[in-house]
Structure formats: structure tokens, C-alpha cells
């Protein structure tokens, strides 16, 4: 079982920049996937980005595409959602999660029920 703690996020201006960590312990990242999620207020949660080393892929959600990049850091054992150009819209609950390999992060997005351990949730909000 992995366990996620989430750093980052807060208040920011639209254009601005945040970067959420989600340190990872109990398992070995490089069979693992890792996604991040959003949960804007009133609306479900959304899958915005992957990455899943085993199957080599990196996924953004076409909202978040070319603004936001996910990467890991394999010695500190840290998935890192940056964030640019940020979007009132980008407003919302972040979640990092873990899915074991194979599952939960395809090339056509996240499968939020393959998803086994979640992070804390952290706040980001985007004002305009």
C-alpha cells in the first residue's frame, strides 16, 4: 500500500505559476503509475495528467495541455505537477493518486477507478 502526501498549491493570480509535490513511500515508482486529479467546486473530479513509467506514457487533458508538466523526481521519490499559465478555471481540489502498472494511466487518459491510494487533496485557487 502507498502512501501520498501532497505539498504545494494555494492561492495564485491567473498567470501565474504553482507546483504541487506528491511524495510518494511504500512503493517502487518505477512499477507504478501516479495521476493527478481536480475536482473543481460543484463538479466531479477529473483526471488532468498521468505518468506511468512502465508503459511510457505521459498524459495531459486537452484543457491543461502545453500549460501544465508532470515529472518525478526517482530519488526523493516525488511526482511534481507544475503549473503555468494558470486559468481561474484551473480553480479546484488536486489529488495525486497511484494505480499499479499497467492501469490507470492510458494514452487516452485516466481511469480514476484503477487508482488504489490517494494523496490528501490540496487547494489551488486561481483568481482573476
Known amino acids: 500500500q502507498a502512501q501520498l502526501v501532497q505539498s504545494g498549491g494555494g492561492a495564485v493570480q491567473a498567470g501565474g505559476s504553482a507546483r504541487l509535490s506528491c511524495q510518494v513511500s511504500g512503493i517502487n515508482l518505477d512499477y507504478y503509475a501516479i495521476g493527478w486529479f481536480r475536482q473543481a467546486p460543484g463538479k466531479k473530479r477529473e483526471g488532468v495528467s498521468c505518468l506511468s513509467p512502465p508503459n511510457k506514457i505521459t498524459f495531459y487533458e486537452d484543457s491543461v495541455k502545453g500549460r501544465f508538466t508532470v515529472s518525478r523526481d526517482k530519488a526523493k521519490n516525488t511526482v511534481y505537477l507544475e503549473m503555468n499559465s494558470l486559468k481561474p478555471e484551473d480553480t479546484g481540489v488536486y489529488s495525486c493518486?497511484?494505480?499499479?502498472?499497467?492501469?490507470?494511466?492510458?494514452?487516452?487518459?485516466?481511469?480514476?477507478?484503477?487508482?488504489?491510494?490517494w494523496g490528501q487533496g490540496t487547494q489551488v485557487t486561481v483568481s482573476s
Open positions: 493518486a497511484s494505480a499499479q502498472a499497467g492501469y490507470g494511466c492510458y494514452i487516452y487518459g485516466l481511469l480514476e477507478s484503477d487508482y488504489d491510494d
